[in-house]
């Protein structure tokens, strides 16, 4: 280890910045976060630096480097574009064994300064010794995903309920088991959902009366693409006990659930129901009151034809904590990956979301509005019901000319988009592999033009055209 990792305490000290440039600026930001004393050496400052200057957050030496403005100083930092300037620094500060630091100079370094993850008070920083800075800021970006931004409160909160917790609980593994739970439980998800009463409240029944109860969150995955899962979705998926996940949600996104929970398909397909909804409820109530963490991960967006509403009310009644993490759904994810704009100025100015799986004694769908044109029709689960769905929209007025796009396993590599015209949809439908989503508009058309995803894609009348030749 080349380098000792230390966290200085910087408040109220003396800390010398030689240079008024944008680097400088970079620099001089991180001291005054640190609430450190800042006195700036140099003719001229960048329209950063003297806005702050006139906030009077520094003090400003307008001169040329001096050794004597190093005196009393706890740190120093060069920031100037002269090389011979900076070495001087560096042996000035040795000299008066005063931590020095040359931006960009790893030899010229007593001390660096890493990348940083600031979650106050929780502090991470990353260096890769001065060797390769912007290796340790890509992985500084990288964790910034997985740290919510939600930490800095939780550490105060816990901060404040230590005592107590040393108090109640005498035992030091008491006391760790305690804290393991409320970090990766109900109370962190209070916290980060800013309900820092509630939060502290949940902490208290840990304490006090030994809650044991676990809390449902329900996430959305994503069309497929891992990619489209969002950042606190992954973090869910990361600090679940048990995950109940349905057919739509991808391989991909199945590897990201923490390796010892407990994976469980409760998946439904059209015709072929492996687990019902009954039986799917029955087990989050199970799990949850077990007192585990349950993620049910569904694809898409949970409350876009999800049930994901239904599956929260059943955690309501049961008194089962909850929370949601949105999903992109199917129509938004897949049409952006075919090239197919739901909206667009001269051919579409809205947008309508259908299911083509009704229950049986559901409302039957508004054809003549759904059929008026300059308007998209995204259609979930529609491949069964797709000559249904042709002949009433023809018969109410679309023109059976009209553009139509079917993307299965849309945003996936084996993505595929067949496209044709509103009369061929039944034909179109069998060609798409599932999950299919029916794209029915004038800006289906633009698949051909903004196409930019997979290779997969085939036109029905071109296909039929080289048949003919044939």
């Known amino acids: 280890m080349d380098y000792l990792p230390l966290f200085v305490d910087l408040r109220t000290r003396k800390v010398v910045l030689i240079g008024g440039g944008v680097v400088a600026a970079r620099k001089a930001e991180l001291l005054l976060k640190a609430h450190a004393a800042l006195v700036i050496v140099s003719p001229e400052l960048c329209p950063q630096l003297q806005q702050e200057y006139q906030q009077q957050k520094f003090i400003w030496l307008q001169h040329d480097y001096q050794s004597h403005h190093l005196n009393d100083a706890y740190l120093v930092i060069a920031a100037t574009d002269d090389g011979k300037l900076n070495e001087r620094i560096f042996h000035d500060a040795n000299e008066r064994k005063i931590f020095a630091n040359v931006v960009d100079d790893q030899p010229l370094c007593s001390f660096i300064v890493p990348s940083i993850i600031d979650r106050s008070p929780v502090i991470v920083a990353i260096s890769s010794g001065g060797t390769a800075p912007v ?139 492996s687990v019902s909804q009954e039986e799917t409820n029955e087990l989050i109530v199970k799990y949850a009151l077990q007192g585990k963490k349950v993620v049910r991960l569904k694809g898409g967006d949970p409350f876009v034809f999800g049930r994901g509403g239904e599956e929260l009310q059943v955690a309501a009644q049961a008194g089962i904590p909850f929370q949601v993490v949105p999903g992109v759904t199917a129509a938004i994810g897949a049409t952006a990956y075919a090239g197919i704009p739901l909206t667009h100025r001269e051919h579409s100015q809205s947008i309508t979301f259908i299911t083509g799986h009704c229950r049986d004694e559901g409302a039957e769908l508004d054809w003549q509005a759904l059929s008026r044109g300059n308007q998209t029709l995204a259609i979930y689960m529609g491949t069964v019901k797709a000559a249904n769905i042709s002949q009433q929209l023809i018969h109410f007025g679309r023109d059976r000319e009209t553009p139509i796009a079917v993307i299965g396993c849309g945003t996936r590599r084996n993505q595929k988009v067949v496209t044709g015209q509103l009369h061929e949809l039944d034909t179109l439908a069998q060609q798409a592999p599932a999950p299919a989503l029916i794209v029915i508009g004038e800006v289906a058309a633009l698949h051909h033009q903004l196409a930019w995803f997979g290779q997969q894609t085939e036109d029905i009348r071109w296909r039929s055209a080289v048949l003919e030749l044939a």
């Not at 500084?140 to 105060?156: D, F, I, N, Q």
Request: net charge positive; glycine share 10%.
């Open 135 to 273: 290796l340790a800021r890509l992985l500084r970006e990288k964790l910034e995903t997985m740290l919510p931004t939600s930490l800095g409160k939780m550490a105060e909160i816990a901060g404040r309920w230590r005592g107590k917790v040393k108090e109640s609980l005498t035992n030091l593994r008491e006391r760790k088991r305690f804290w393991e739970k409320s970090f990766s439980g109900h109370f962190a998800s209070l916290v980060e959902n800013g309900q820092l009463g509630a939060a502290e409240q949940q902490l208290e029944r840990q304490l006090y009366q030994q809650d044991n109860s676990g809390e449902l969150i329900l996430v959305g995955a994503g069309p497929g693409d891992a990619g489209l899962l969002t950042l606190k979705g992954l973090r869910v998926l990361q600090s679940a006990d048990v995950v109940l996940y349905d057919h739509l949600v991808s391989e991909e996104i199945l590897e990201l659930v923490r390796r010892d929970a407990d994976k469980v398909c409760v998946g439904k397909r059209a015709g072929n129901h």
